[in-house]
């Protein structure tokens, strides 16, 4: 427990002890004055009043002498004290009218034992301790009040509208929340299986502003669980972390499409298992279950087509630019010499030093079809830019050449961030026809620029529209082959990976499998399919483990949370009984403010100060 828990169990406000620094300047008077001069006059030591001095104790003397700063320092204390609000904890019989219960729906409320769940158990406890005016507070992916002040029968309909996540919940925050909405006399119950171990300083606040707070716990089951407790993605792998919380050796076996391991636990033990990535995803799972099946699954979201074709189109190889496109894992890369007769389809096309006149109509329908199948189409510049004939797709309009110009480094973006872009040597002069230029010159030429195929060829919406649906996206590279020093950057291949899966639309496998609890949002009111159901809604909010879709993106949730799996919990201090939380007549523990009597210590002690200032005849 922290110094702020302790005094909150001691003080209603404790930033009252701040007047404790008004000390400072009382012992700084004290330090700095001078101490008086002794003068020796022999002729009158003999005087008795000398001697009896002399015969005191030099501890009694210094306490004469500091008799003032300390009724002082004591008035001071005495002060900050009643200023804090003291109090001592009292019972007292009333009768409850309202009462606002906490119900905790998070992941490990899913816990088992003789066919129903904790959280079953949990909210037939709330609806028992209902009272005249019920508010219902609920601990789950978010924290709400999903009913206020209402009766007993809104409060049960309320209840049985809730469900138990598959997220880690904040009880502390949901604890606050309660004491917010409680009225003066109301009574706080709070049902959960007390797993987390952050709850404690929220329930000592509200019990320190006059709350009751029953504690209900609900905590059978889980004693053996095995969980999958993390995971992570590499090279289209998949590595995934189990862990054992029993006191017995266990073993289970994971697997993900068509892989199974095996893994023998001893309690307490950590084990990985790592795994293909099939096309499309999948699930991992672990078996046998047990009373704790939210983290026995980790759903997996993957392209049904882990492969991206690409077709890099050109008559002088551009060796860096291929060898950073076939790095990138998945991709499958094609250079064809124009003019080709080119057949099959491919989800990104790239042209770089391209001669003039040696385009086919054919290659170039082939990029307006990969356009309109939502792939991508990359232009690099060239000194010769204009003479190349790529039928309306060029998202710029060519001026000419230049040399040495200085770059505007651009704001971080998906495409540029964490890379530094340098000047090129020459440069093709040009201004944006359609879309938007993520890098440019100082005088404005752009480097990179994106637009949407649809809108270049004239058959999209307008302009001024959000609607991103249509068609896929024409990239501008405006660094000519050889130009820039570029293409020996480290950054180089990890630039192109981002550039090829931003034109086909692809996230990382990082990006599309989510933390239960979290959110995306989508930038405006989309239609979203979750595991309970299907909405419209601008984020999407990750709450139940399994598979999400939204904007024709697939998405995976799964709980993977190490504390939330760990669903054994110690029983708790002052749980109540059911008897004493459903109860209308309760002995309450209520602050005895003790402030009246402190704050008359403190005028006592000024009044003394006064008399010892008159006696000493310094009044």
Same mark, same amino acid.
Do not use: C
């Given at each position: 427990?922290s110094?702020?828990?302790?005094l909150?169990s001691?003080?209603?406000?404790?930033?009252?002890l701040?007047?404790?620094?008004?000390?400072?300047?009382?012992?700084?008077?004290?330090?700095?004055?001078?101490d008086?001069?002794?003068?020796?006059?022999?002729?009158?030591e003999?005087?008795?009043?000398?001697?009896?001095e002399?015969?005191?104790h030099?501890?009694?003397?210094?306490?004469?002498?500091?008799? &003032?700063?300390?009724? $002082?320092?004591?008035?001071?204390?005495?002060?900050?004290?009643?200023?804090a609000?003291?109090?001592?904890?009292?019972?007292?019989?009333?009768?409850?009218?309202e009462t606002?219960?906490?119900v905790d729906?998070?992941?490990?409320?899913?816990?088992?034992?003789?066919g129903?769940?904790?959280?079953?158990?949990?909210?037939a406890?709330?609806?028992?301790?209902?009272?005249?005016?019920?508010?219902?507070v609920?601990?789950?992916?978010?924290?709400a009040?999903?009913?206020r002040?209402?009766?007993?029968?809104?409060?049960?309909?309320?209840l049985?509208?809730?469900?138990?996540?598959g997220?880690?919940?904040d009880?502390r925050?949901?604890?606050?929340?309660?004491?917010s909405?409680?009225?003066?006399d109301?009574?706080?119950?709070?049902?959960s299986?007390?797993?987390?171990?952050?709850?404690?300083?929220?329930?000592a606040?509200?019990?320190?502003?006059?709350?009751?707070?029953?504690l209900?716990?609900?905590?059978?089951?889980?004693?053996?669980?095995?969980?999958?407790?993390?995971y992570s993605?590499s090279?289209?792998?998949?590595?995934v972390?189990?862990?054992?919380?029993?006191?017995? $050796?266990?073993?289970r076996?994971?697997?993900?499409g068509?892989a199974?391991?095996?893994?023998?636990l001893?309690?307490?033990?950590?084990?990985?298992?790592?795994?293909?990535? %099939?096309a499309?995803?999948?699930?991992?799972?672990?078996? %046998?279950g047990?009373s704790f099946?939210v983290?026995?699954?980790?759903?997996?979201?993957?392209?049904?087509?882990?492969?991206?074709?690409?077709?890099?189109?050109?008559?002088?190889?551009?060796?860096?630019?291929i060898?950073?496109l076939s790095?990138?894992?998945?991709?499958?890369v094609?250079?064809?010499?124009?003019p080709?007769?080119?057949?099959?389809?491919?989800?990104?096309?790239?042209?770089?030093r391209v001669e003039?006149?040696? &385009?086919?109509?054919?290659?170039?329908e082939?990029?307006?079809e990969?356009?309109a199948?939502?792939?991508?189409?990359?232009?690099?510049?060239?000194?010769?830019?204009?003479?190349?004939?790529?039928g309306?797709?060029?998202?710029v309009a060519?001026?000419g050449?230049?040399?040495?110009p200085?770059?505007?480094?651009?704001?971080?973006?998906?495409?540029?961030?964490?890379?530094?872009?340098?000047?090129?040597?020459?440069?093709?002069?040009?201004?944006?026809?359609?879309g938007?230029?993520?890098?440019r010159?100082?005088?404005?030429?752009? &480097?990179?620029?994106?637009a949407?195929?649809?809108?270049?060829?004239?058959?999209g919406?307008?302009?001024?529209s959000?609607?991103?649906s249509?068609?896929?996206?024409?990239?501008?590279?405006?660094?000519?082959?050889g130009?820039?020093?570029?293409?020996r950057?480290?950054?180089?291949?990890?630039?192109w990976?981002?550039?090829v899966?931003?034109?086909?639309?692809?996230?990382s496998?990082s990006?599309t499998?989510?933390?239960?609890?979290?959110?995306?949002?989508?930038?405006?009111?989309?239609?979203v399919?979750?595991?309970?159901g299907?909405?419209?809604?601008?984020?999407l909010?990750f709450? $139940?483990?399994?598979?999400?879709?939204a904007?024709?993106?697939?998405?995976?949730?799964?709980?993977?949370?190490?504390?939330?799996?760990?669903?054994?919990?110690? %029983?708790?201090?002052?749980?109540?009984?059911?008897?004493?939380?459903?109860?209308d007549?309760?002995?309450?523990?209520?602050?005895?403010?003790?402030?009246?009597?402190?704050?008359?210590?403190?005028i006592?002690?000024v009044l003394?100060?006064l008399a010892?200032?008159?006696?000493?005849?310094d &009044?």
């Open positions: 427990m110094a702020v828990d302790v909150s001691v003080f209603l406000r404790p930033l009252g701040a007047a404790l620094a008004a000390a400072i300047p009382i012992l700084a008077l004290y330090l700095l004055e001078p008086p001069e002794r003068v020796r006059f022999p002729a009158v003999f005087l008795a009043g000398n001697r009896e002399r015969r005191r030099p501890a009694l003397r210094r306490l004469q002498r500091n008799a &003032l700063l300390l009724i $002082q320092l004591l008035a001071v204390a005495a002060l900050a004290t009643s200023l609000a003291p109090y001592v904890p009292v019972s007292e019989t009333r009768t409850v009218s606002v219960v906490v729906a998070s992941a490990s409320m899913a816990t088992a034992a003789d129903t769940t904790r959280f079953d158990r949990a909210v406890a709330a609806k028992d301790a209902a009272t005249g005016e019920t508010s219902v609920v601990a789950g992916a978010e924290t009040v999903v009913a002040r209402v009766s007993p029968e809104a409060a049960g309909t309320s049985d509208g809730l469900s138990v996540t997220a880690p919940g009880l925050s949901a604890v606050d929340r309660a004491a909405v409680a009225g003066e109301a009574r706080i119950v709070v049902a299986d007390f797993a987390s171990d952050d709850w404690e300083p929220a329930v606040s509200a019990r320190a502003r006059g709350y009751t707070v029953a209900r716990q609900f905590d059978r089951g889980g004693a053996d669980n095995v969980g999958l407790v993390d993605f090279d289209g792998t998949a590595s972390r189990v862990k054992h919380f029993g006191d017995r $050796q266990v073993t076996e994971v697997s993900l068509d199974t391991r095996s893994l023998d001893r309690p307490g033990e950590v084990a990985t298992a790592t795994f293909p990535v %099939p499309d995803g999948g699930r991992v799972r672990l078996s %046998p047990d099946p983290d026995d699954r980790i759903p997996v979201a993957a392209p049904s087509d882990p492969t991206v074709d690409v077709l890099v189109v050109t008559n002088e190889p551009n060796r860096p630019l060898t950073a790095v990138v894992r998945g991709t499958n094609t250079v064809e010499r124009p080709a007769s080119i057949s099959e389809s491919y989800d990104v096309v790239v042209f770089s003039p006149g040696r &385009l086919l109509d054919g290659t170039r082939l990029a307006r990969t356009l199948e939502g792939g991508g189409v990359v232009i690099q510049a060239q000194s010769n830019l204009s003479a190349v004939d790529y309306g797709l060029l998202p060519p001026n050449t230049a040399t040495d200085a770059v505007r480094q651009p704001s971080d973006g998906p495409l540029t961030a964490d890379v530094t872009f340098p000047a090129p040597e020459r440069y093709v002069r040009a201004d944006l026809r359609s938007e230029a993520l890098l010159t100082v005088n404005g030429t752009p &480097l990179l620029a994106t949407r195929g649809d809108r270049l060829l004239g058959n919406a307008p302009e001024g959000s609607d991103s249509d068609g896929g996206r024409v990239f501008y590279y405006g660094y000519p082959a130009a820039s020093s570029f293409d950057n480290y950054r180089y291949p990890v630039f990976k981002r550039a899966y931003g034109l086909t639309g692809r996230q496998l990006a499998n989510r933390r239960t609890g979290t959110a995306l949002a989508l930038g405006g009111n989309v239609t399919e979750t595991p309970t299907t909405s419209t809604s601008s984020a909010a709450r $139940q483990v399994g598979f999400y879709e904007a024709g993106q697939r998405y995976a949730a799964s709980l993977a949370n190490t504390a939330e799996s760990n669903v054994t919990a110690a %029983p708790v201090s002052g749980n109540e009984t059911a008897a004493s939380a459903d109860s007549a309760e002995t309450a523990t209520v602050p005895q403010k003790l402030t009246p009597a402190v704050a008359g210590v403190a006592l002690l003394l100060e010892y200032l008159r006696y000493r005849g &009044l």
